[in-house]
């Protein structure tokens, strides 16, 4: 059974005037589209990888045979960090969508991090230093919070942790309308993080 590339939870333009329409098309329907026929092409001679959750091929690297585990790795991780970050964001102004986080993961940001302005300027700071293309993630571990960043597609879920909210800092996320300017892109985001979503998230890396 083939990878497929999963629509946008929204339209194209919701995420404005913080993350233009062009950018929402060509990341979703260029880039996005790119990982997942990558993908198939990959496992095309591996039925039993084909047949597994994207996330599964992700977490167990070794088992993949290795004349398909690099463009697992850059494939398989460009679609799952993809189709979990679509959720991870909504339109500014809907319930749940920007301003301070609420819930579970607003009281755990405040035991970790002193508040969400702490939390936002470290996480900024990390994901703006990541070297060239890659993400910067919030995950759980150990009973606490830990912003870490990965390059290119790689994701913590190879590392065994559950990734809870994160950002893309490839170019291609953010360059039609900031240009060379990643912090103002870093800024602009939390405008359109969904809360909702990262609260579902936080309760599964959790258990």
């Given at each position: 059974?083939?990878?497929?590339?999963?629509?946008?939870?929204?339209?194209?333009?919701?995420?404005?005037?913080?993350?233009?329409?062009?950018?929402?098309?060509?990341?979703?329907?260029?880039?996005?589209?790119?990982?997942?026929?990558n993908?198939?092409?990959?496992?095309?001679?591996?039925?039993?990888?084909?047949a597994?959750?994207?996330?599964?091929?992700?977490?167990?690297?070794?088992?993949?045979?290795?004349?398909?585990?690099?463009?697992?790795?850059?494939?398989?991780?460009?679609?799952?960090?993809?189709?979990?970050?679509?959720?991870?964001?909504?339109?500014?102004?809907?319930?749940?969508?920007?301003?301070?986080?609420?819930?579970?993961?607003?009281?755990?940001?405040?035991?970790?991090?002193?508040?969400?302005?702490?939390?936002?300027?470290?996480?900024?700071?990390?994901?703006?230093?990541?070297?060239?293309?890659?993400?910067?993630?919030?995950?759980?571990?150990?009973?606490?919070?830990?912003?870490?960043?990965?390059?290119?597609q790689?994701s913590?879920?190879?590392?065994?942790?559950?990734?809870?909210?994160?950002?893309?800092?490839?170019?291609?996320?953010?360059?039609?309308?900031?240009?060379?300017?990643?912090?103002?892109?870093?800024?602009?985001?939390?405008?359109?993080?969904?809360?909702?979503?990262?609260?579902r998230?936080?309760?599964?890396?959790?258990?």
């Open positions: 059974m083939a990878y497929e590339l999963p629509p946008l939870p929204y339209e194209y333009n919701a995420l404005e005037p913080f993350i233009d329409a062009e950018t929402m098309h060509l990341h979703h329907d260029k880039h996005h589209q790119t990982y997942v026929s993908l198939n092409a990959a496992v095309a001679n591996y039925p039993e990888l084909a597994k959750p994207v996330e599964d091929l992700i977490r167990d690297l070794a088992s993949v045979p290795e004349a398909a585990r690099t463009a697992v790795r850059n494939s398989g991780g460009g679609h799952a960090n993809h189709a979990g970050f679509w959720k991870l964001m909504g339109p500014a102004g809907t319930a749940g969508v920007g301003g301070n986080p609420t819930g579970e993961i607003a009281k755990q940001i405040a035991a970790d991090f002193g508040d969400f302005e702490a939390f936002k300027k470290a996480f900024n700071e990390a994901t703006a230093k990541q070297f060239g293309a890659g993400w910067g993630w919030l995950v759980y571990e150990k009973g606490k919070l830990k912003i870490v960043t990965t390059s290119n790689e913590p879920i190879s590392q065994g942790l559950y990734p809870i909210l994160y950002n893309d800092v490839w170019e291609h996320a953010y360059y039609l309308k900031y240009q060379n300017r990643r912090a103002d892109y870093l800024a602009a985001w939390w405008n359109v993080v969904n809360w909702a979503e990262v609260n998230r936080f309760a599964i890396a959790k258990k």
